[in-house]
């Protein structure tokens, strides 16, 4: 509108009889008011190319998106070229010379940044083919870590040690790259070293289920392990699982390890030791430290599922009582597995989920802290277990078996009594928390009880 204006002044005054003023501002013809009518006009252009180029045929017919910096660069240069034009046309002035002073000026500043326009290029390069955004994780040359900035001139990446490395982009577009895109899932392989003398086939079921249940790795891929080799000290084991945010891999590494060390410990597996022909070997003994005896007696006395038992049974029990480790993520108990023990928390929190069709496969039945009881159905009557119990937080458990409470029951068939009374009790407040109903058994607890004991 600006435009049509200033050209529309601009022919009144040329052609019309309007006086002398204006020519006296712009001159004779009117050349200074011309070129100001020129001026939007060119910037309208500029746009309008811009849009057509980058917004229509660039981004929606080639699902490309220009960086900001190669619109500016584009439509710097066509006001440079339509620009002088529109000077050549109106005031006469060579654009030969002009072209000729700027292509000498151009390649003197080519030859003094040859660096910098290496790296403005190749930053341009890498916007256009996507090769990387910001939150994705990258390897290059010795430097890995999370892209926070790419610019013009280098990309900015965090360490995993939180420093930032400066990276110019000429000489990320020489080296080798790898990328691991965020939302991706990425994989991830851990190497294991364990005893000759166990069977392969424990060792990849016990690897499988420590890594499965961690925080961070990815759900939508099955966690599997393999051998790897042979190696003198043992065999090699490789545990491969899939995580969508590669940044926190350190950590996931760390926690996978950790729940690997206390599964290998609970199921009497040793790492691979070297071992020589002139000295035996022998398995080191756990080292994880267990309950008092007195701090265990205390925490049964505190159990209200177990208050019926005299203060000897609670004795008895405590002796063999089983004390446990579990790291956080780690599955304790598995929906449908059979079992003749209850867990009692004396440190930490589980977590008790439901099998569902929902995109984790699971829901949120409760929590359990210090002081509860979890599987206890399966003690006493030697039903198959419920539903999953996970470990939030690093859990010490106590285990009560069938064999140490069916001395107990056959000394005195009275408790069965006291014990299934509780259990009504308790089982009422677990209904409660499910989200669907439990059909009513045909027997009730209390013959199972005997049934199941042979009392």
Known sequence: MLAAGLFGLWGFFTYGKAGELPKLLFGKRLDGLLFVAWIPLIFLIVRLLDTALFDIIMSRRRNVVAPQLLREIVALGLYLVLFGWVVHRIFGYSITAFLTTTTVVAAVLGLALQETLGNLFSGIALHLEDSFEVGDVLHSGDFTGVIEEVSWRATRIRTFNNNVVIVPNSVIARERVEVFPRNNLNARVLVFGVDYHVAPAMVIDVLTQAALHVDGVAREMPVFARIGGFTDSGVTYEVKYFTRDYSRRERIDADIRKAVWYTFQRNAISFATPIHSYQQYTPPAASTAQLAPGELLERLQQVELLKPLSAEALETLAGAARVHFYSRGETILRHGDAGDSMFIVHDGTVSIRISDDSEMGWHEVTQLGAGTVFGEMALLTGETR????????????????KESLQPILHGH????????????????????????????EESTILSRIRAYFGL
């Open 413 to 440: 068939p009275e408790l069965a009594t006291a014990l299934s009374a509780k259990m009504m009790e308790r089982q009422g407040v677990l209904d409660s928390l499910r989200a669907d109903e439990v059909e009513e």
């Open 386 to 401: 419920a539903a999953d119990v996970v470990a939030v937080t690093d859990v010490k458990a106590i285990e009560i078996v």
